[in-house]
């Protein structure tokens, strides 16, 4: 009987709990979804169109990627520096394709072949960067992106490594870059 009279006793206290009861329950339960949220918030995330040329791997953020597109049709343009690979129509305007690594201080190397074209827009340009394969769009944790020093003058174009050796591109960077300037004027399509 002692039992049976514990049990009806806990019946009754959880049916009508006490404000002090009340209070502790409400408190633990706060608790938990404050925690639950910080997680949640502090978890940010980085959403990138992943390519590669060869073993080198790069992203850019997709906001930036207007498109991907196969690398048929390719004018080639004499005359301007070897990066440029050439023109390419898609959707009724132009883009200049370049190889991003001689850019970005990579040693080029003239064996992989490329046959896409990550499409890039900025305020006023656009421009192509050469691709041999596409990884599709990737979500990085953002703590997981190591940043790289704004003064590394070879790496200006970079704005973090992410898992993989990926490097994600600064397109901002990237298309003030005065390498691509041939005889003083942008070679980059104008929006």
């Given at each position: ?83 440029y690979l050439g023109l390419i129509s898609h959707r009724g305007h132009v883009f200049p394709v370049i190889d991003p690594r001689p850019l970005l201080g990579i040693k080029r190397d003239d064996r992989g072949a490329v046959h896409y074209a990550v499409l890039v827009r900025g305020e006023r340009s ?66």
């Amino acid at each position: 009987h002692a039992r049976l009279a514990r049990v009806l006793e806990k019946l009754e206290s959880a049916a009508n709990p006490s404000p002090a009861r009340d209070r502790q329950v409400l408190r633990e339960r706060a608790q938990r979804y404050a925690s639950q949220r910080r997680a949640e918030v502090a978890e940010t995330f980085t959403e990138v169109v992943g390519f590669s040329i060869g073993e080198d791997r790069f992203a850019i953020e997709i906001g930036h990627g207007a498109a991907v597109t196969p690398l048929t049709n390719l004018t080639s343009l004499p005359g301007i520096p070897s990066f440029y690979l050439g023109l390419i129509s898609h959707r009724g305007h132009v883009f200049p394709v370049i190889d991003p690594r001689p850019l970005l201080g990579i040693k080029r190397d003239d064996r992989g072949a490329v046959h896409y074209a990550v499409l890039v827009r900025g305020e006023r340009s656009a421009i192509g960067l050469a691709a041999a394969e596409i990884q599709g769009v990737t979500r990085f944790r953002t703590g997981e992106i190591a940043a790289i020093a704004a003064e590394t003058s070879r790496l200006r174009a970079v704005q973090g490594v992410g898992p993989r050796d990926t490097m994600i591109i600064d397109c901002a960077s990237l298309m003030q870059d005065a390498r691509l300037l041939v005889d003083d004027q942008p070679v980059i399509a104008a929006n």
